[in-house]
Every structure is written in C-alpha cells, then in structure tokens.
C-alpha cells in the first residue's frame, strides 16, 4: 500500500513537472498566442463602434495576437455612428469615426479625449493631421472639417477645439484617402481631367453622386468652381446663399435626367460602375480596386481641382475608465505599431504613421502604393487576391502628389439644417 | 352550456347548485367582462408599451427644438413650420413636402389599384375555381413562398434583371423589338412601382381570399338561377361580399406604401421623394423634432385615407 502511494506521488508530481515545463516552454516560444488573454483575471474586451473602413477581421486577429485584447465590432454606417454616440454613449467602448461628425461629437461631451502623451507614435504621425502638410512640404487645402482644425480640445473636458496644440487630441488618427470622380475609361473613350465632366450632359443618366447630403453637396461645389460659375470661400461651410446656389445647379441636373441613381454604401457603387449603370461618379478608392479585381476597367480619375478628403480616427465613450481605459490606450498604441496600418495602406487608404506601415510592407509593395512606383511585381490585397499587374501605376501617383492635391475636406456646415431642408427639396424637386 | 344549465336550474334549482358546488373547488366566479378583459389584457400592454406610449413621445419630441447636436426641451414648432416653409410664398408652384406627398399618393395610388386588381384575381381563382380544399391549401402556401427570402433580396433582385445592360434589356435588343436599352426600367416609377407591386400583393390576397371562400357557394347558385350573367353576379353578389377583405388588404398595403423609405430609395436610385425618405434624411442629420414633426404629419394623412375607407365598410360590422 505505502509503496504504491509513494510511486503514484512519485509519478503524480513528475507529470505535473514536466506539464508545468511543456507549458513554459510554449509560452516561450510564443506558441500559445492567446496566453495573456488566457491569463488575465478578466478578459480583456472592447467594444469597437465604427464604419467598415477599419474593421478588418485580419485586424481584430492579430491585435489578439499581440495584446490579448478581444476587439467586438460594432458596424454601422457613417449617420448611425454618429446617432449612436448621442443616444446610446454607453453602448460601446472604443469609437472610429471621422472629424467631421467632431462638430456634433463634443459638444455632446458624450467622446472622452485621448492624451497624446500615452500614444507612443504620437510624434509621429504624419503632418498632414498636426500642420496640414505633406511630409515633403506641401501645403493642404483647408476646406471644410480639415482634421488640424478639430484635433486638439483646449482641456481634458472641454468642448472647444483648441487653435495650438494641447495634450488632449479628439481623436488619434488612424486612416484618410483623397476622394476623387471614378470613370470607365473604356466605356468614355476620351480624357477626363476636371470635376465639371460629372454634370456634363454627354454622360446624362449616367452619373452619380453620394448620398449623403453633406458630401454630395461637396462635390457640386466642385463642379460649380471647376465650370467657373462661382468661387467659394469655403466649399465645407457655405452660406445659405451659396446652398441655394449650389442645390439650383443639382436640380437643373437632376430634371435633365443627368444622375443614374446616388449610392450610399460601398457595394452599391461597385455594382453602378461595374454593371455599366453609371461611367462617373464619385466613388472610394478601394471600391475602385474591387471594380477593376472583376476584370472591368475603372481609373479612380485625379482632377486638376483637387481631390475631397476625409479621414478618421480613434477616442472612447466618456463611460471607458480604470482597466478599460488603460487597454484602449493599449489597442491604439498597437493600431499605430504598424501591421494595421500596412493592411490599410495595401487597400488603397493610407495610414496615420508611415514609418512604422513601411517597416510591415515589402520594399516593392511601398514603392507602388505609396511613391506612385511602377510596380515591381504583382500587387496583392491582404487577403492575397491579386490586384494589380506587375508594371501598373497607382491612379493619382504618390501620397505626395495624392496628399497634396487635396482641395477640401467632408465637413459639416454651419448652415447644416438648412442644407438637409434644401435637400429634401432638391429630391422632391 | 348556460342554456342546458338553464333549463336543469328550472327542473331542479337544488341540484344545479349542489352539483355547481361540487365542481368548482372556488365558489368565486370570476365575472364575464373580467375574462374578457383578462384575455384582451397582453395584447393591450404590448400595444400600450410598444405602440401607444412610443406615440405619444414623437408627438411630443415633434414639438421640441433642436440644434448640431442635441435636442432642446423647450417648446417649438419649428420642425412643422420648417416642414410647410414656402408652401404660402411659392404658390401656385407646390412647396416641397406637397410635392413630396404628391409623389408618396401617386405611388401609393399605383400600387394600390395593381395589388388589388392582381389580387382580386388570385383570389377569386383560389376562392371558386379551385375545388378541392386540399389544392387551395397547397396553392395558397406557394403564395407565400417569396415570403421565405427577406424583402430586401426580393427588392433587389430586381436590379441585375432591369439593368440597362440587365437580362430584360439584353433580350430586347437581342431580339430586335428596341435599338437602345430603356432607361426607365430601373431607378424610375416604373421599377419602384414593379417592385413594391412584387412585394405587397399577397397581402391583398390572403384578406380577399379569406373573405371569398366564406361566401355561401348557394348565393352563387341562386343568382346563376335567377339569371344573372357572371359579370352582373361578380358586381352585385361576390365584390360586394368580399368588401371587408378588400378593404383590409388596402389598409394594409397603403400604410406600408405611404411609409415606405427603403423600397423607393433603392428602387428609384434614391431620387424620388417619399414621406419616409424625408423623415429618413432628418433622423440621419440627427434633426429627432423635425423626423418626428414629420412622422405627425404622415400618420396624420394615413390615419385620414384609412378613415375615409372605413367610412366606405364598417369593418366590425362585416367580420
């Protein structure tokens, strides 16, 4: 009897030993991925609310990988971010969204300011947020919602947009594009270099705009500087004059049959251009490279105007303190470190940090995407299909050339109920 | 039952009672209308909770002011006079919310006559052609069997097929019979009516079906037998009989046509106005009074369309 005890002791604590070590040595390795999240007293989870954009499973994949933080998406497009955050503030933890829906954002005081000094890559992010250049110097236009307007609150709990920098920054960027016209190149024949080609009557029933009024507004203004009729002092804040002005030129479009149809999401532009149903509209430069992975020409057409840019980034819900605060920080910091920001950049948006993206893309994948470079070899999308043929140029060149030519930013106006009343009237019309 | 335990209670008061004692262990009879109330009770609550009150706040919050970001509690009228801005000044030239409603009537109108002319039809085949119980049961559920995809791929799937490149257009000028593709097969009138057509008229069925097969088949017959023709007895015995099925089936698919956003919008390429899309457009730019000021107003003129053709049938009186 006591011998037995004793051999089963014996080979009891053996096994334990040798467990504990097999154990030890795979978390050395760093084959057990999921160790600190397995670890931890409570997992660690954040709710994240925002728009597609952002939201790659990949993304979420590996940000489990490295941190053990679980991200729980919450999609919804662009409006619905935005009346989440004012009804429901609790109801997520981490926000993506764009500026210019901070106008309606802070003042609600429902987003709680993120402090630059916990971002590691803080310093380094592009200019084009903190000074409104391009790293080589040029000067963006700053029109509308431009980001270096709304990025710094005046203190912790403030509503007002500060004018110099301060450590409280509304939201940490993360991914922005230049906006332009997309075209059928194959079905237009001939080429397109001005926003006014959009309401030319040579493309009647075959043009389409965003429908979201505050963008779809923007680009009429476009069109109307670029015939020459009129030259606002800022295309994201008119006056009621300038909304009249402009809607009076959308109608006469709109009753000579110009527009096809207006999109409101992603898919349904993909499917106007590639069905034939439009040859110009305004469009986003990842649904551009989706029409073209079908096997259908599609040039995501730089204008002399400029391009509309837009970006976005990262704050939390006033509700987010102690632990969750902490790991939001957490997730943001690693947002920046660079896998997320290569992975935006191969779809065709660019990144908030450059340095840390381009130390996570082959030599040949920066040169294309982000020098205007003939490509080198085949370019493929994160998920490996192929996008481009060795040899092709990105429309628009470089992120300088791209960055810099920007003419104004999606923005919301002051005058914005009167715009949304003008747009009512403009579809009844 | 009360009238057999009437008759015992005249035979033998004694023994009714003593039985009626013996059965019920709880002497207390719960009373008629309590029952009644009892079992309207849960549907009354749902319809008081998720119905009633919800009301009863967007006709509040439809007096609110509002700004960028937040809704103000103070009293307003502002999302009606801005709803009715320039209705006064810019006549003869409707405003845009009678233009908007002009529209929203006219679809409605369309979708309304063509469902129920469709319907009437369907109906009438299941209700007195088809003879046997078991085929009208089979034929009615193959009815419902688009109802088994949801609405919006339904909606949808009529996009790739009325595509200026789409499947209809393609045969056309394969065949010879137009040299350029039509434009206004999709994202127009013609294809939102079409789809909305698609979606509602089994709800025009099912009421007038319901109210065809419970016509008494000896009616038919005895008009048959003093003479009349089909048309006369389609006109004067069968519509006449199926009213309250009709008129359910209007009701039903005129408040959904009247509020519709999301067929309208996708089907006419977002660019025709709807009562719904401009509560759509305010709700996304945040405007809560001026969406609700809106919603008043539409269930206003629905409440109104629904009462005129009440007006025509007392419903209650004929189920």
Known sequence: ????????????????????????????????????????????????????????????????????????????????????????????????????????????????????????????????????ETPGG??????????????????????????????????????????????????????????????????????????????????????????????????????????????????EAKKAGQFRAFWKDFNESVNLMASGETVIQSMWSPAVTKVRSMGIACTFQPLKEGYRSWASGFCVSKGVSGAKLEWAYEFVNWFLSGYAGAYLNRQGYYSAVLSTAKAHMEPYEWAYWMEGKPAEKDIKAPDGSLLEKAGAVRDGGSYEDRMGGVACWNAVMDENDYMVRKWNEFIAA | MDTSEDILQQASPDLVRGSGMARRTKPARLSPSFVSWLQAGPMMLV????????????????FWDYNEYQLLPAFSGRGYTDTFEGCIAQLPDLCTIGRTYVMTLKLCFLVWAITLFIGFWVAYFLAFHVKSKTWQMGLSLLCTIPFWTSNVIRMIAWI?????????????????????????LLFSEFSVVLALVHLFTFFMVVPIFNSMVRIDKALIEAAYDAGATGFQTLVNVVIPLAKPGIVIGSIFVITIVMG??????????????????????????????????????????TFLIITMMSRIVDIRKEL
Not at chain 1, 7 to 14: A, E, I, P
Not at chain 1, 15 to 40: D, E, H, N, R, W
Not at chain 2, 275 to 294: C, D, M, S, Y
């Open chain 1, 1 to 132: 009897m006591t011998k037995t005890t004793g051999k089963t002791g014996v080979s009891r604590r053996t096994l334990l030993k040798s467990t504990a070590g097999l154990a030890g040595l795979a978390a050395g390795s760093g084959a057990i991925t999921g160790f600190p999240y397995v670890m931890s007293a409570e997992p660690k989870v954040l709710r994240y609310l925002g728009t597609a954009v952002n939201e790659g499973d990949d993304i979420s994949k590996q940000c489990l990988k490295d941190t053990g933080i679980k991200i729980e998406y919450i999609t919804a497009t662009t409006d619905d971010v935005t009346k989440r955050v004012m009804t429901q503030p609790n109801s997520f933890d981490v926000l993506d969204t764009e500026y210019f829906s901070l106008k309606k954002l802070v003042p609600s005081g429902n987003i709680l300011a993120l402090d630059a000094k916990k971002i590691k890559e803080f310093g380094n992010i592009t200019p084009v947020f903190t000074k409104g």
């Open chain 2, 47 to 62: 319809f008081l909770a998720f119905f009633l009150i919800p009301l009863v706040f967007v006709v509040i919050v439809s």
């Open chain 2, 260 to 301: 519709d956003f999301i067929t309208i919008g996708v089907m006419g390429g977002q660019q025709i106005a709807a009562a719904g899309k401009i509560i759509e457009t305010r709700v996304n730019a945040l405007q809560f009074p001026a969406a609700a000021a809106n919603a008043v107003i539409l269930l206003a003129i």
């Open chain 2, 160 to 184: 790739p097929l009325l595509g200026r490149n789409g499947l209809v257009n393609s045969g056309l000028v394969k065949t010879g019979l137009i040299n350029q593709p039509l434009e206004w």
């Open chain 1, 138 to 251: 040029k000067k963006i236009g700053n029109q509308g919602t431009a980001p270096w307007k709304v990025l710094y609150l005046e203190g912790k709990d403030s509503k007002t947009f500060s004018k110099t920098a301060t450590e409280f920054v509304t939201l940490i960027p993360t991914v922005y594009n230049a906006d332009t016209l997309g075209i059928r190149p194959d079905i237009i024949k001939r080429p397109i270099s001005s926003w006014a080609e959009l309401l030319n009557p040579e493309f009647k029933g075959k043009a389409s705009i965003l429908n979201i009024p505050s963008i779809g507004i923007m680009d009429a203004a476009m069109v109307v500087e670029a015939t020459g009729k009129y030259k606002y002092a800022d295309k994201g804040n008119m006056t009621k004059e300038e909304i009249d002005l402009t809607m009076k030129v959308m109608t």
